[in-house]
C-alpha cells in the first residue's frame, strides 16, 4: 500500500514538472501548435521556428465597416420590427418603429394647426394696423387740403386788400369833389351826400370782408397745426402697433417647436445609418428598450480579419504580407485552401488578448498587436456568411 502511495506521489510530482518546463519554454510543447495557433511561430513557445516564414495566430473575421448596432430611445417600447435577421437593407431604410411614435405624430400636428392659425392672426392684425395706417395717412392728406385751403385764403385776402384799398381811394375822390356850402347856404353839388355815404358803407364792407378772411386765415392756420400734429401722431402710433402685432404672435418660436417635434419624431423610426445586412435582431415587437441595441447590420460585401499577434512576433508583420485565413467551417474548397489575404494595417496599441486559448499551458500574462487583414473581394463572399467566426490565421512574413 504504501509503494502505490509513492508512485501515485511520484507520477504528479513528475507531471508538475513537465508542465512546469512547458510552461517556461524548458521543453518543447506538444499542444502548442495545434490547440493554440497564436502562439506559433514565437520563440517563448518553441513550436515553430521562427525562420519558417509564416506566422500562426488566430483571429475573428467581421464587415470591413465593422459590426453596427442599432440602438432606440430607452425607456420607449418597440412597437413594430420592419426587417428580419439575414435581410439586406439600404440606407436610411425604416428597420423599427417605437411605441412613442403615435403621440409624436400628434404632438407635431398640433404643432402644425397653432402655427396657421397664428399666422392667420397675425395677418388679420397685420391687415388691422394697415388699415390704421392708411388712416392716418388720411389725416396726412388732410393737412395738405388745410395747406391748400390756406393759400387759397390768403389770395382771397390780398384780393379783398385789393378791394379795400380802390374803395378807400374812390371815397377820398368822392369826398374831395363834394363842395362845401356859401353862405346863403346853397352849393354846386357834384357829390350827394347819398352817393359819398353809400361809398363809406363800401369800404366798410369792404374792411369788414378782409377782417374776416384774416380771421378765418388763422383759424385754419391754427387747426392745420393741430391736425398736423395729431396725423402725425396717428401715424406713428399705426406703425408700432403693426410691428407690436405682428411680434406679439410668436410664429417663430412654434416653428422652433415644430422642428424640434419633427425630429423627435424622427427618432421614433429606427433607420439603417447606411446599406448592410441585418445580423442579429436583439429585441422583439412589444419590448421596452433598455441599453441593449435593438438589432446589429453590417456591409458584407467587404470582409476583414482581425488578428491578435503577440508583441514579440508583431515586428515580423509589415503592410502588405500575404495571409490566409482558415477555418473548417467554410465550404469547400475553402476549408482546406482556405481564404486570401493582405495585411493592411498593423495597429500601435498593446492589449490583452479578446479570444481564449485552448492550450492549457499557455501563458496568461500575455499582451497582444491588433492586426487587420483584408480579405480578397471572391472570399468576402464566403468569410460573411458567419460574422465574428474564430479563425487561424498564417501572416507569410518570409522571415
Not at 504528479?12 to 501548435?33: E, M
Not at 402725425?232 to 417635434?261: C, F, N
Not at 468569410?383 to 490565421?393: E, G
Request: net charge negative; aromatic share 4%.
Amino acid at each position: 500500500m504504501k509503494y502505490l502511495r509513492a508512485l501515485v506521489l511520484l507520477a504528479v510530482v513528475a507531471l508538475l514538472g513537465g508542465a512546469a518546463a512547458c510552461y517556461f519554454g524548458w521543453l518543447p510543447n506538444p499542444l502548442a501548435s495545434r490547440a493554440n495557433p497564436g502562439t506559433a511561430g514565437s520563440s517563448l513557445d518553441g513550436s515553430d521556428p521562427a525562420d519558417s516564414g509564416i506566422l500562426r495566430i488566430m483571429g475573428w473575421v467581421e464587415p470591413a465597416g465593422g459590426v453596427i448596432d442599432i440602438n432606440g430611445i430607452p425607456g420607449d417600447r418597440l412597437e413594430r420590427l420592419a426587417v428580419a435577421e439575414g435581410e439586406a437593407v439600404e440606407k436610411d431604410q425604416v428597420l423599427a418603429t417605437l411605441e412613442s411614435r403615435a403621440l409624436k405624430q400628434q404632438q407635431v400636428d398640433l404643432l402644425v394647426i397653432q402655427i396657421a392659425e397664428a399666422t392667420a392672426r397675425r395677418d388679420a392684425e397685420a391687415q388691422l394696423a394697415e388699415t390704421r395706417i392708411q388712416t392716418a395717412k388720411l389725416g396726412q392728406d388732410k393737412v395738405k387740403l388745410q395747406d391748400l385751403q390756406a393759400e387759397s385764403l390768403q389770395e382771397k385776402i390780398r384780393l379783398l386788400e385789393d378791394n379795400l384799398a380802390l374803395a378807400q381811394k374812390d371815397l377820398d375822390r368822392l369826398s374831395k369833389l363834394r363842395a362845401p356850402a356859401d353862405a346863403s347856404g346853397l352849393s354846386d353839388e357834384i357829390v350827394s351826400e347819398q352817393d359819398l355815404e353809400r361809398q363809406q358803407l363800401v369800404v366798410h364792407r369792404a374792411k369788414t370782408e378782409l377782417g374776416a378772411a384774416k380771421a378765418d386765415l388763422r383759424g385754419l392756420q391754427e387747426t392745420r397745426q393741430l391736425n398736423a400734429q395729431a396725423a402725425e401722431a396717428d401715424y406713428g402710433a399705426a406703425l408700432a402697433g403693426k410691428t407690436e402685432a405682428v411680434a406679439a404672435i410668436p410664429i417663430k418660436s412654434l416653428q422652433e417647436r415644430l422642428e424640434m417635434a419633427k425630429a423627435d419624431l424622427a427618432l421614433s423610426e429606427i433607420r439603417a445609418p447606411s446599406s448592410g445586412t441585418v445580423l442579429k435582431i436583439f429585441v422583439r415587437a412589444g419590448e421596452s428598450l433598455a441599453q441593449k441595441p435593438v438589432l446589429a447590420m453590417g456591409d458584407l460585401a467587404r470582409m476583414v480579419a482581425q488578428a491578435e499577434v503577440y508583441e514579440v512576433d508583431a515586428k515580423r508583420v509589415e503592410r502588405g504580407l500575404p495571409a490566409v485565413i482558415r477555418s473548417p467551417a467554410f465550404h469547400a474548397p475553402f476549408d482546406q485552401a482556405g481564404l486570401q489575404g493582405k495585411v493592411v494595417s498593423v495597429g500601435r496599441m498593446v492589449n490583452t488578448p479578446e479570444l481564449k486559448s485552448l492550450n492549457p499551458f499557455a501563458r496568461v500574462d500575455r499582451h497582444v498587436i491588433p492586426v487587420r487583414i483584408e480579405l480578397d473581394k471572391k472570399d468576402s463572399v464566403e468569410a460573411a456568411r458567419f460574422v465574428n467566426l474564430q479563425v487561424d490565421i498564417e501572416i507569410h512574413t518570409g522571415k
